[in-house]
């Protein structure tokens, strides 16, 4: 999915380079989408301009004796662009959480350690949700438009508002299992 979020960012700021993309993935929270790294992101980059898919321009010389590298998307790059976008906008795929495939054991577990794995859940959840708490009291929808990626980040709020919901219930009662003492 990488060269689809390149290639759609590349439409969006055309010009761009390298670095700029990169920020914009981290600064919008796209990890939430797709895992990424640096240099994962870079990879994609390179096979993007090697398939002929974007391409660099020259905007203005560095003034910093660093290569700056800026892009854009070629007519053949909009093509993929199309392709990928009806192929992840058509698939529909069960979300697979690790935590899940731990909870098929839980009977088997320390229900200790069960608790601090849902502690770690809970916590993971509640930075989640200030994270895209931040971002839309950062943004706001204009009228008579629609900001897909914000409608977006507010689906997935209320998903982990709801698992929040259920590994709190779930660490209740455990806790109201254990023996007191």
């Known amino acids: 999915m990488i060269p689809l979020l390149i290639l759609g960012l590349l439409i969006q700021n055309p010009g761009a380079h390298g670095y700029e993309l990169l920020a914009l993935m981290e600064k919008r929270h796209y990890k939430y989408i797709v895992n990424f790294t640096k ?13 002929g898919w974007i391409e660099q321009i020259q905007l203005k010389p560095s003034t910093s004796g660093r290569e700056i590298r800026n892009f854009k998307i070629t007519r053949s790059g909009m093509a993929e662009f199309e392709k990928l976008m009806v192929k992840y906008g058509t698939n529909s795929e069960y979300v697979i959480l ?28 509640n930075t989640r949700i200030a994270l895209l708490d931040e971002y ?25 508002l709801v698992n929040l919901e259920w590994f709190e219930q779930l660490k209740a009662e455990i806790e109201a299992q254990l023996p007191i003492g």
């Open 98 to 125: 690790q935590f899940y495939g731990a909870l098929l054991f839980a009977d088997e577990y320390d229900k200790n350690k069960l608790l601090e794995l849902i502690q770690s859940q809970i916590d993971q959840t």
């Open 136 to 160: 839309l009291s950062n943004t706001q929808e204009l009228s008579g438009t629609i900001d897909y990626f914000r409608r977006m980040n507010e689906n997935s709020r209320s998903h982990h």
């Open 39 to 51: 240099g994962s992101f870079y990879y994609n980059l390179q096979q993007l301009e090697e398939k």
